[in-house]
């Protein structure tokens, strides 16, 4: 065993007699350890792994020119896009003011922030259906003047923005509750008025957590299924996102339906990697 | 010339001050801590309110509840430094100097000029392009102090400025806080907790024990009581 001497600093070896019983114990601890480790990661990493062994790269590349792959393809990124700008533009200003504000009634909208993360996406495509519905509470208003919501291209954003918008939230939330208020008081007395304070300190400043959350978010909206579904339906080319064409897929053309996975895959590593490399660098910073 | 004249019901205590500070004056506001010094300092800032009272620089009211003046944090012109010194860290240090004269619409090339003569007159000039997160503490105190300086401020405000500092730089700072404040004669006020710092820099030393004034004057005739009492 190596251990340094106290009042020296030198690395000295000492050999200190382990018991028997101790050193198998110990063993035994690793051992049950590293087989937890592997059953877990395993678990996890089958699944996706067998993906992209059930069909050869070729017929992969040939159904990427299929064009139900490529409308899903086209409309997931429209509509994710479309999606995240307005959950950004909209959602951080909403909680910086949540955050610095106190008003009436603050309680009960920090629990709906969160209340699309518990409920069953369905049951949000329900939810979104009875209000926005041709009958619905708002809906049959809209389609006095020929405006129809549900099962159009503008359903698949609002339960997109409706299922993944707390993502975003509760990330710049907690950030902007975390931030030290010296430096946004510091600017204050610099003659920095509150608009400029926050797009020149605060949000510079908490840019690479926002980041983050956005694309968590866009994960999110793009893995939609459920409240899809139920509000916009499974048009090809209107509402049928990449999740929808996966399932009508693995109905009929099951190359479709794993080409389709094995994208969905591809993009979440990638939008992974993009939100461990973010948290990495503003650990860094701080 | 600086009047204040406050009150603020605190959690623990009833902040009740009554001071001035004249032009070109250091006063040293000392207290233990939670005594209320960072919060009679916001209150002058304009950060918090008081409950009552009247706040006066130069002639003019900031703050006065009982007319309900209160002129905003930006519009006092007031050069604050926090115990943390704030530097914005994605800012380099130029761009940290030179932050308040950008938002008073100050000319480019008197900015330039401004912050040139500071980032000399602070010992920086060489960090100028340094991002100021990647500054040591000393470093950062002398871009936060150049910064208070930059926007020429009625009113200068430190809190606790060089306790990140080590010897040297806290007597070259201090020199520099000195000259500035006799050069621009504008009130300042000073929050430490070390009483050598009170008498290095110090007109004049006020203790403040839960938010009441325990004693007022020159910091040399500080008396042996006031030093060993649980307010410093």
Redesign the interface.
């Known amino acids: 065993m190596i251990a340094a001497c106290w009042f020296t600093g030198k690395d000295i070896l000492m050999q200190i007699p382990v018991p028997r019983k101790k050193n198998l114990r110990r063993s035994l601890t690793y051992a049950g350890a590293a087989l937890l480790i592997l059953v877990v990661t395993l678990y996890l990493a089958l699944p996706v792994a067998a993906l992209f062994f059930r069909i050869p790269p070729e017929t992969f590349f040939a159904a990427l020119g299929n064009p139900e792959v490529q409308s899903a393809l086209y409309l997931s990124l429209i509509t994710t896009t479309i999606t995240l700008t307005v959950v950004v533009i909209v959602g951080t200003p909403f909680a910086y003011f949540h955050t610095r504000l106190d008003y009436p009634g603050k309680m009960i909208v920090e629990t709906l922030i969160d209340l699309p993360l518990v409920l069953p996406p369905a049951v949000a495509g329900v939810a979104l259906l009875v209000l926005w519905g041709r009958v619905g509470f708002l809906g049959r208003y809209f389609n006095l003047f020929g405006i129809s919501i549900a099962f159009t291209t503008t359903a698949v954003i609002m339960a997109q923005i409706f299922v993944a918008s707390p993502f975003y939230l509760r990330q710049a939330k907690s950030l902007f509750e975390q931030f030290d208020l010296s430096y946004e008081y510091t600017a204050r007395t610099l003659g920095a008025s509150p608009a400029r304070t926050f797009l020149t300190v605060t949000l510079p400043m908490t840019a690479g957590g926002l980041v983050s959350g956005a694309v968590m978010t866009f994960g999110r909206a793009l893995g939609e299924f459920g409240a899809t579904i139920m509000f916009a339906g499974n048009l090809p080319g209107v509402t049928q996102t990449m999740p929808l064409a996966v399932y009508v897929g693995m109905e009929g053309n099951l190359t479709i339906g794993l080409t389709i996975s094995i994208l969905l895959v591809i993009i979440s590593f990638v939008i992974m990697i993009a939100v461990r490399y973010l948290a990495h660098r503003e650990a860094s910073h701080a | 010339m600086l009047d204040v004249v406050i009150t603020r019901t605190l959690r623990d205590f009833t902040l009740d001050l009554e001071f001035a500070v004249r032009a070109g004056e250091i006063l040293v506001l000392m207290g233990s801590n939670g005594s209320g010094k960072s919060t009679t300092l916001?209150i002058i800032?304009?950060?918090l309110s008081p409950d009552a009272g009247c706040i006066r620089l130069n002639g003019s009211t900031l703050c006065e509840p009982a007319r309900g003046a209160d002129t905003p944090?930006?519009?006092?012109?007031?050069?604050?430094v926090?115990?943390?010194t704030?530097v914005?860290?994605?800012l380099t240090a130029r761009d940290n100097i030179a932050?308040?004269l950008r938002?008073?619409r100050i000319p480019p090339l008197e900015i330039r000029k401004r912050v040139d003569a500071l980032l000399g007159a602070t010992h920086i000039s060489d960090l100028s392009l340094v991002n100021a997160?990647n500054l040591s503490g000393g470093q950062k105190q002398r871009v936060?102090l150049a910064?208070?300086m930059a926007?020429q401020p009625a009113l200068l405000m430190l809190d606790e400025p060089f306790t990140a500092l080590d010897t040297e730089s806290t007597r070259d700072i201090k020199g520099l806080i000195r000259k500035f404040v006799t050069e621009m004669q504008i009130p300042c006020i000073i929050v430490t907790h070390r009483q050598t710092d009170s008498t290095d820099i110090g007109d004049r030393a006020l203790v403040l024990c839960a938010g009441k004034k325990e004693w007022e004057g020159v910091p040399r005739e500080m008396p042996e009581e006031c030093l060993v009492c649980q307010c410093l």
């Open positions: 916001n800032a304009g950060l944090v930006e519009d006092r012109k007031i050069g604050y926090f115990q943390n704030a914005f860290p994605h932050f308040g938002a008073r997160g936060a910064r208070a926007i």
